[in-house]
């Protein structure tokens, strides 16, 4: 009886292991199946791609227009700066109107319309070190005790800053001609709100005023 039940026991395990082998074989090939004819899948059961998040290394080939941008371009008293979106300066002018702090977050930069007396200033307060370029421009660095001052001349006017980083995107434009009636170039005071530096790619005019003159102030 007992070598009957170890007979029956040894085929049905036998059994088992070929009915599980044929089981596997089958899903193999139906897999394989699947997967070479998964566009029939997709057009037929309404399965959509999903999106995949990228793994390493990764290169966008789309259009670069379709990129947010997280900057915008500052463009006031006669340069640009490239400063995040979430930043918003603002100015504060002292009493003689001929220096403009332009608080940019933690950062600052001044424009100065008479960079002579400035550099009068530097000269017996800051020590001079050396050119350097950040950017597209070259400033004039001065030590002051622990730190540097970044200083940069166009003609009449000038602009300093202590925050390297925030220079690196810094471009002197100055003033379009158009912004000034020719006739009166030479009679506009600088204090009026005109500019003491208009430029082209050809010229840079001075304009000063003396003494008052009869004439149209504003455009």
């Known amino acids: 009886m007992e070598n009957e039940q170890k007979k029956y026991w040894f085929f049905g395990s036998k059994l088992n292991t ?14 394989k199946w699947m997967y070479q004819n998964q566009e029939f899948y997709r057009q037929n059961l309404g399965v959509k791609d999903e999106y995949q998040i990228p793994v390493g290394d ?27 979106k979430s930043i918003i300066p603002y100015e504060v002018v002292n009493a003689r109107g001929t ?3 332009i608080f940019i ?7 100065v319309t008479d960079a002579s007396v400035w550099e009068n200033n530097a000269q017996n307060s800051f020590t ?17 005790g622990e730190n540097e001052i970044y200083w940069f001349k166009q003609g009449q006017v000038g602009y300093y800053s202590g925050d390297k980083g925030l220079l690196q995107t810094f471009k002197f434009i100055g003033w379009p001609v158009s912004t000034v009636l020719p006739k009166y170039m030479g009679t506009m005071a600088s204090g ?4 003491p530096i208009i430029t082209t790619s050809s010229a840079i005019y001075s304009c000063t005023r003396s003494t008052p003159r009869e004439g149209p102030t504003t455009l």
């Open 18 to 31: 070929a009915l599980l082998l044929i089981l596997i074989i089958l899903m193999v090939i139906a897999l």
């Open 192 to 195: 009026a709100g005109w500019p």
């Open 99 to 101: 220096r403009t702090d």
């Open 105 to 111: 977050g933690d950062s600052l930069i001044a424009y």
């Open 58 to 84: 990764t290169k966008y080939d789309g259009n670069p227009s379709e990129i947010v941008n997280t900057t915008y371009i500052y463009n006031k008293h006669g340069f640009t700066i490239e400063i995040p």
């Open 128 to 144: 001079y070190k050396r050119d350097e370029k950040i950017g597209q421009t070259i400033f004039k660095v001065y030590q002051n």
